[in-house]
């Protein structure tokens, strides 16, 4: 799509710095963003989405925590795309490495699969982690 006058669509880990240039290309296209972020009392997070052109009319930011399932349905809900730049931050101590650094993988791999089983939504879905 060219433009995406009209469309919504989800960046998860809108305040970083890919996904803070990617809400900043679609909003420049015409897209409503729902971009997330960890906290939305944090400036560091927030002030430079909120200064982005179109940012006023087309962008709300949405505080989620990705091992938190209803956090995340209210940010896609509507969304005709979904760009997955974020990453669960967990920072316990992990006892067991090679259970503790795949939980958070489990969790999202299930909870796609549930989304996409059940809700069958009508929209792509990007997933980029480097």
Partial sequence: ????????????????????WLVSSLLERGYTVHATVKDLNDEKETKHLLALEGAESRLRLYQIDLLDYDSIVSAITGAVGVFHLA?????????????????????L????????SYV???????????
């Fill in 87 to 107: 990453s669960p931050c967990i920072i316990d101590e992990v006892k067991d490495p090679e259970v503790g650094s795949r939980t958070p993988l489990y969790f």
């Fill in 109 to 116: 791999f299930f909870y796609y699969y549930y989304y996409w």
């Fill in 1 to 20: 799509m060219a433009n995406g006058e009209g469309e919504v669509v989800c960046v998860t880990g809108g305040s970083g710095f890919i996904g803070s």
């Fill in 120 to 130: 069958k939504p009508e929209f792509d879905f990007i997933c980029s982690k480097f």
